[in-house]
């Protein structure tokens, strides 16, 4: 199996912030790497697929990049409705396999 | 409006049976693969299962290999899991998401529902 390791696991940071999540891959995966926001109690959102599509209605703020093993979500200006956790995805082959997940706190 | 709507959460005992539904609205239904994937409480996401459009395709996670059965009623719009032998690890929220046509990622989930293994 292919595993996704986020870092940080956790960061704390304040509205205007810009934030970098990276996510890497124990193996090559292409551009096959998503992102998803999930908020406590709530289903998960996509935000980002193929390593750098933003996804339709999820704000500009949102990027991402990279590609074989090493990838990048930033968020440019942190809002209020960012602090939330975020996980990678890798559909390069099943299993598709998730990152651990980071936490954005206030 | 595109929606998912997971049902047939519950408490069950080790050992014991349960299916989950996932009903689906608002797009094409048998156009799009579709995914189980789970949480357990304060965890992260794992992937457990796909389907393909036509249903005769199935992948499953090693962890419930040979245990959950993942199948589709087109004509139902409705995704199911069905589980055996349930676990004490198998306690988690259960997710069904649509997998996109273009683009190999999951751009709509259920709510969830809860399903607990306790004696």
């Known amino acids: 199996d292919i595993q996704m390791t986020q870092s940080p696991s956790s960061l704390s940071a304040s509205v205007g912030d810009r934030v970098t999540i990276t996510c890497r891959a124990s193996q090559t995966i292409d551009i096959y790497l998503n992102w998803y926001q999930q908020n406590p109690g709530k289903a998960p959102k996509l935000l980002i697929y193929s390593s750098s599509t933003l996804q339709s209605g999820v704000p500009s703020r949102f990027s991402g990049s990279g590609s074989g093993t090493d990838f990048t979500l930033t968020i440019s200006s942190l809002q209020p409705e960012d602090f939330a956790t975020y996980y990678c995805q890798q559909t390069y082959s099943t299993p598709w396999t998730f990152g651990q997940g980071t936490k954005v706190e206030i | 409006e595109v929606r998912l709507v997971e049902s047939g959460g519950g408490l069950v005992q080790p050992g014991g049976s349960l299916r989950l539904s996932c009903a689906a609205s608002?797009?094409?239904?048998?156009?799009?693969?579709m995914h189980w994937v789970r949480q357990a409480p304060g965890r992260g996401l794992v992937w457990i299962s796909r389907i393909s459009t036509d249903g005769r395709r199935t992948h499953y996670a090693d962890s419930v290999m040979g245990r959950f059965t993942i199948s589709r009623d087109n004509a139902k719009n409705t995704l199911y899991l069905e589980m055996n032998s349930v676990r004490a690890e198998d306690t988690a929220v259960y997710y069904c998401?649509?997998?996109?046509?273009?683009?190999?990622?999951?751009?709509?989930w259920g709510q969830g529902t809860m399903v607990a293994v306790s004696s």
């Open positions: 608002g797009f094409t239904f048998s156009s799009h693969w």
């Open positions: 998401a649509r997998d996109m046509i273009v683009g190999r990622a999951f751009d709509i």
